[in-house]
């Protein structure tokens, strides 16, 4: 929506299209072909310019092949994670900055552990193969990705895609003043991840697939204002995505940190066995089984917040079978989970994927390692909890958050190791003050 | 974009109408006593064959405000135009818009003047049905249209060389191992539904959605055709026709085939076959239709007390009533055919002058069609990229827009271009047909084929139960067939933001440069019939802008200020 009080015959649209600023001359970005750190600069401007963040996309190709150059077979075992998509998946760390004061306004890490979540959260399977698919090529099974994996065209250079990028700061719902009274115009880092966890597949691994991007372009609609059509912007708010990494190992364990963040909105986290990870046979964006759950319970300074009950299942109970299954009997979870990702309740979840029927997701009996090769039925387990949909959000800027999961006797992960890893994801309320004097970022 | 220098917004500054709250749903915050009288209303005047199609006209009683978003054309079509004919019950609508492929051109006029009119009105709704998520395509636009857009994902349950249900993960070796499909187009077991008796795959629709012969007439599938789905005046206004000259609605409808016709002799129709793929097919007649009684609407009027009917009669006579509304014109174009040698293939461009001057323009979209028509278009209409049917396809006839190799566009308004490089990738042509309204919901395959890459389009439904890719067989899927590179609409959004609707000052206002298209495409003359791409290509542009309907106490008119 246009700023309040302005006066629609003052604002002209323009599509801009920006290349980044370090490209080398082969036009490629990569961890091993080109370079790793792709940097778009959208210039400030005298009179007021709004960025509407949500329709910013990054545009390119991905290509992928053996570390011989040769193209990927396309009945071979070679994937992408689907919820993830295959730009998000090449993706570590997104940085964005203001450009006055080079302040550094959302920095995302752990970006492909991130999107899965969120994709697999907030839509269905009819959105994913219909909208999705075009953008970020995410689709509802790692086979069904597998066909445009491989593709390349004439010139030995993949499919094209069109990705937002899954940043609090973008998608607000608030345009972003770039012009020198407001942010003076953004940088955007986008980090790339080593071949090693991208496409994954035991013949992924056997064949050391790598991937570049090219033709790579930044695009976003931007409207110029006449000076004075539009009140000058003094704040901005939004929820930036902060993560933490850990680990659990044992069937109780117990995560607790102080996240140093003032208005927690949500957090959520997602598993996978940290055995798996930096290895090119399993899918490193895996939204993990997480074991045979008995119980999870939220605490702030010891003390159960905002539930003041512990969340029990009875997959011990349903269990069918003997060796590291788990029978998927966690709707109190889920609906937490949910709530967290979409940050608002329960009741206003439309869409997701956490079906009981579906390849994707679906799949009631599951082993704990289930679809960490990509051949299987897959899972889109997490678990979160939300603070606050309306107002300002939890303080957890001076107390310790805990969450305390508790699986059954040899079940966590289902392997010797039984070593998780933990993707936690904060979503929290952040101010950008724009004066005269520069910008700041309250957290 | 800038604005105009020579045509600008000041130049049509006029006091607005004031619309009261009564017909201005969204905006009404009292309670108001109503009646509601539901109508159905017979047409004055009917009249439809198959080889020349026909006119129904509708008059509106002056009575009451019409609900105009729930008025709906409502009709049955049968195959067969006389006693006996169409027994073998073998056709169905056009699979992606289902019974509006009927409509040619829809005209909504009051007191004689054109209020507002839809010309291609089938393939104006395939491009806006595509806006709408796929579970209401599929929930409620199939139901209402008689149209085929379900979707499902197949997986192949028993791979190549087992005998028996061996496990799903033995067919990851296997390309067609995960595929989508459409349901009607391909019937076949899979993962958790095992509808079939026989590892086959059959291509028949659902017995419902099949047209009735003329002897069964009154019994087969029925249309109801929300106009607000075709015509964009109805989305939102409430009219109040009881103050109103008289309001009539007259829809020309396409024709049909010919009776003695045969299949492969048709280029386009609103009718298809039940299963395109049935032995004998091609050379199969008898796909004259006709209307099994006249087509109704079927209205809603409010009936307000006396004292709200005259504050809207107050209203009208001592000032005017705006309604801002979106109006769709229809403008058409060429990218000429290729011309050279043999073994060559290169750029074809065109350039397209879409005129629009003084017009406030919201969106523009554009459908891309072969044309079968011609010579060379004749001889390579039944050509497949990829097996993708892009020219003469039988199951979406010219309601599609096809996707087509080394394709690559830029606009130029108000003397500006739009794009400081011109649009080649297809996810990027998607993104920005998604700039005009929320997303286009097609399926992966039917936009960006990557010039036809054959693992691009793999995506959709092309194998038999053994995993390998067929586009011949027709024991094989054939979604991919008739549904790959089939939805490739360019767009481009003028609406400064789309929240702001029907607002005066939210298009873009054309000066009196016209609006400019650039296109180009990659054409190839190969000498072997069956991989030419020479052929014309026929544009069809659709210009939404914003028009306003003034009612005041001298009658109804229609401006662009």
């Known amino acids: 929506m246009p700023p309040p009080g302005m006066n629609l015959s003052q604002v002209r649209k323009q599509y801009v299209q920006l290349n980044p600023v370090n490209a080398v001359s082969n036009g490629q970005f990569s961890s091993k072909s080109g370079i790793p750190l792709i940097k778009f600069d959208i210039s400030a401007s005298q009179a007021p310019m709004f960025l509407q963040g949500d329709e910013l996309r990054i545009n390119g190709r991905i290509t992928t092949n053996t570390s011989a150059g040769a193209p990927l077979t396309n009945t071979a075992d070679n994937f992408v994670d689907n919820f993830c998509g295959r730009f998000a998946n090449c993706i570590d760390t997104v940085t964005i900055s203001s450009k006055r004061l080079n302040q550094v306004i959302e920095r995302v890490n752990n970006y492909w552990r991130i999107v899965p979540s969120v994709v697999s959260s907030i839509h269905g399977n009819e959105d994913i193969n219909t909208v999705l698919a075009h953008e970020g090529d995410h689709f509802e099974t790692n086979f069904l990705g597998r066909h445009s994996l491989v593709a390349q065209d004439a010139g030995a250079k993949g499919k094209s895609f069109s990705s937002k ?10 345009m972003m003043d770039l012009s020198v009274n407001g942010l003076g115009g953004l940088v955007i880092e986008i980090l790339l991840k080593p071949d090693v966890s991208v496409v994954f597949g035991d013949d992924a691994s056997t064949n050391n697939v790598t991937y570049f991007l090219s033709n790579l372009t930044l695009t976003c609609p931007l409207y110029h204002m006449d000076s004075g059509a539009a009140p000058a912007q003094q704040a901005f708010n939004f929820n930036s995505l902060s993560t933490v990494f850990q680990t659990i190992n044992s069937s109780t364990s117990v995560v607790a940190l102080t996240p140093g963040l003032k208005q927690v909105s949500s957090i959520f986290c997602n598993f996978m066995n940290t055995a798996e990870i930096g290895n090119q046979s399993r899918n490193s964006a895996r939204l993990g089984n997480i074991g045979e759950v008995r119980a999870l319970r939220y605490s702030i300074n010891g003390a159960l917040y905002p539930l003041s009950y512990r969340l029990l299942t009875n997959e011990e109970d349903n269990n069918l079978t003997t060796t590291h299954h788990t029978y998927r009997a966690r709707t109190m979870i889920d609906r937490n989970y949910l709530e967290a990702v979409n940050i ?21 009996n599951r082993s704990q390692t289930q679809n960490n090769n990509g051949l299987e039925q897959g899972t889109a387990a997490g678990i979160g909890i939300l603070y606050d949909s309306f107002g300002t959000g939890e303080d957890l800027s001076q107390t310790v958050f805990s969450f305390e ?18 993707y936690m994801c904060f979503l929290n309320k952040n101010q950008i003050v724009m004066s005269a004097q520069g910008i700041s970022v309250v957290r | 974009m800038a604005s105009p220098s020579d045509v600008s917004n000041q130049d049509y500054q006029e006091l607005e109408g004031q619309l009261p709250d009564l017909l201005t749903p969204d905006a009404r915050q009292r309670a108001v006593n109503v009646s509601v009288e539901t109508n159905i209303l017979e047409p004055v005047s009917h009249q439809y064959t198959s080889s020349g199609g026909g006119v129904t006209r509708f008059v509106l009683p002056a009575k009451g405000v019409l609900n105009a978003p729930s008025a709906a054309l409502c009709f049955e079509v049968i195959n067969g135009e006389a006693a006996g004919e169409g027994v073998d019950s073998n056709l169905a609508f056009q699979i992606s818009v289902g019974g509006v492929a009927m409509i040619r051109r829809i005209t909504v006029r009051c007191g004689g003047q054109i209020l507002s009119r839809v010309d291609e009105c089938a393939l104006y709704n395939m491009i806006k049905n595509q806006f709408k998520s796929q579970q209401y395509r599929e929930n409620v636009l199939d139901v209402r249209h008689s149209s085929c857009n379900a979707l499902s994902t197949k997986i192949l349950p028993n791979p190549a060389g087992s005998a028996a249900q061996a496990g799903f993960t033995l067919g990851k070796g296997l390309v067609g191992y995960h595929q989508l499909a459409n349901p009607e187009l391909d019937q076949l077991n899979s993962y958790g539904s095992i509808p079939m008796t026989a590892g086959n795959v059959t291509h028949g629709k659902q017995r419902n ?20 789905d075709i015509i964009p005046f109805f989305v939102r206004n409430q009219l109040p026709l009881l103050g109103m000259a008289q309001v009539e609605i007259e829809c020309e409808w396409h024709r049909g085939p010919a009776a003695a016709t045969a299949l492969n002799a048709i280029n386009q129709a609103p009718v298809v076959l039940d299963n395109p793929v049935a032995g004998g097919a091609g050379a199969t007649t008898g796909h004259n239709i006709t209307f099994a009684q006249p087509p109704f609407l079927s209205l809603d009027y409010l009936h307000y007390d006396e004292d709200e009917q005259a504050k809207i009669m107050a209203g009208i006579q001592n000032g005017s009533y705006r309604f801002n509304f979106t109006e769709v014109v229809v403008t058409k174009g060429i990218n000429p055919e290729y011309t050279g040698a043999g073994g060559t293939d290169g750029p074809v461009e065109s350039n397209h002058l879409l005129g629009m001057m003084g017009k406030e323009v919201k969106k523009i979209y554009v459908v891309k069609n072969w044309d079968v ?26 309601t599609k827009s096809a996707a087509i190799h080394g394709e690559k566009y830029n606009w130029i308004v108000n003397n500006e271009r739009i794009y400081n490089m011109d649009v080649d990738q297809g996810a990027l042509a998607h993104h920005y047909m998604n700039h005009c309204e929320d997303n286009f919901q097609v399926l992966p395959g039917q936009y960006d084929t990557l010039d036809f890459n054959q693992d691009v389009v793999n995506v959709l439904a092309n194998t038999d139960y053994d995993g390998i890719v067929d586009n011949t067989n027709n024991t094989s899927c054939i979604t991919q067939r008739f549904m790959g590179g089939c939805a490739n609409v360019v767009g481009l959004n003028l609406d400064k933001y789309n929240e702001m609707g029907n607002a005066r000052g939210n ?20 000498g072997a019939g069956a991989t030419e791409r020479r052929a014309a290509i026929n544009l069809t542009f659709f210009i939404e802008h914003r028009r306003s309907l003034i009612i005041n106490s001298l009658g109804v008119s229609v401006s662009d200020i």
């Open chain 2, 209 to 228: 959605k099949l047209l009735r012969n003329f002897n069964l007439r009154g019994t087969g599938p029925e249309c109801a055709i929300r106009l607000a």
């Open chain 2, 507 to 526: 298009g873009t206002r054309i000066s009196s440069a016209p609006i400019e298209f650039r296109y180009t495409v990659n054409k190839a003359n190969t």
């Open chain 2, 373 to 398: 028509n011609s010579t060379q278009g004749a001889a390579e209409k039944d050509n497949q990229y990829a097996g993708c049917f892009t020219h003469r396809n039988t199951q979406l006839w010219d």
């Open chain 1, 165 to 174: 990028l899954y940043c609090g700061v973008l998608n607000s719902g608030q």
């Open chain 1, 344 to 364: 608002n309740r329960f009741s206003e979840t439309g869409r997701t994927c956490l079906a009981w029927n579906k390849w994707n997701a679906g799949v009631v």
């Open chain 1, 405 to 422: 999961l508790e699986a059954s006797g040899d079940d966590l992960d289902g392997t010797a190791a039984k070593s998780q890893g933990v």
